[in-house]
T-cell receptor
């Protein structure tokens, strides 16, 4: 089945530093990937839609200069949390679908970010 | 109106019980529907796609009611290991995916 790999699984960083999270589709090409954030006991929140070769589409309220998304190839999207602060501590998850329509989303294993 | 509405629960049921979750969706032209399971501090994992004719996988049955615009998930003979959050996902078209809020299930010994 389709596999999406996310790295790192877990990261602790100091306030003010930047953290890059990678999302790879291992056995299929993904023109579109999605980035989510989930706080404890809350629902998944879509942050942005990452489009290969073009700019990401951000959801309302998500700062594009803070959460930089790059989708340079059909199998890799990256999310960089810039100048991270403790309130950015969360569970970040990516997903991708094999093709448009009728295919389910496959999720990466998530990245737990803690900013101290 | 939200694209997808789902009762967040929580549902607390005894082992062996049958439990059902529903999700309603607003876009009548929606084509694809899925149920995911999410364990605490983990990513969602695909449980079942939902087909028009309904489909079954062991103790799990998924159904689609287009007339009333809802999908359902039935779990029979609940096990302790079924405790998780169950998410419905609707794909109305292309790369648009809408999520329910998730329903929390706890199966009690």
């Amino acid at each position: 089945g389709a596999v999406v790999s996310q790295h790192p699984s877990w990261v602790i960083c100091k306030s003010g530093t930047s953290v890059k999270i990678e999302c790879r589709s291992l056995d299929f090409q993904a023109t579109t990937m999605f980035w989510y954030r989930q706080f404890p006991k809350q629902s998944l929140m879509l942050m942005a839609t990452s489009n290969e070769g073009s700019k990401a589409t951000y959801e309302q309220g998500v700062e594009k200069d803070k959460f930089l998304i790059n989708h340079a190839s059909l199998t890799l999207s990256t999310l960089t949390v810039t100048s991270a602060h403790p309130e950015d501590s969360s569970f970040y998850i990516c997903s991708a679908s094999q093709s448009a329509g009728n295919s389910p989303l496959h999720f990466g294993n998530g990245t737990r970010l803690t900013v101290t | 109106r939200k694209e997808v509405e789902q009762d967040p629960g929580p549902f607390n049921v005894p082992e062996g019980a049958t439990v059902a979750f529903n999700c309603t969706y607003s876009n009548s032209a929606s084509q694809s529907f899925f149920w995911y399971r999410q364990d605490c501090r983990k990513e969602p994992k695909l449980l079942m796609s939902v087909y028009s004719s309904g489909n079954e996988d062991g103790r799990f049955t998924a159904q689609l009611n287009r007339a009333s615009q809802y999908i359902s998930l039935l779990i029979r003979d609940s096990k302790l290991s079924d405790s998780a959050t169950y998410l419905c996902v609707v794909n109305p078209w292309g790369n648009q995916f809408y999520f329910g809020t998730g329903t929390s299930l706890t199966v009690i010994p």
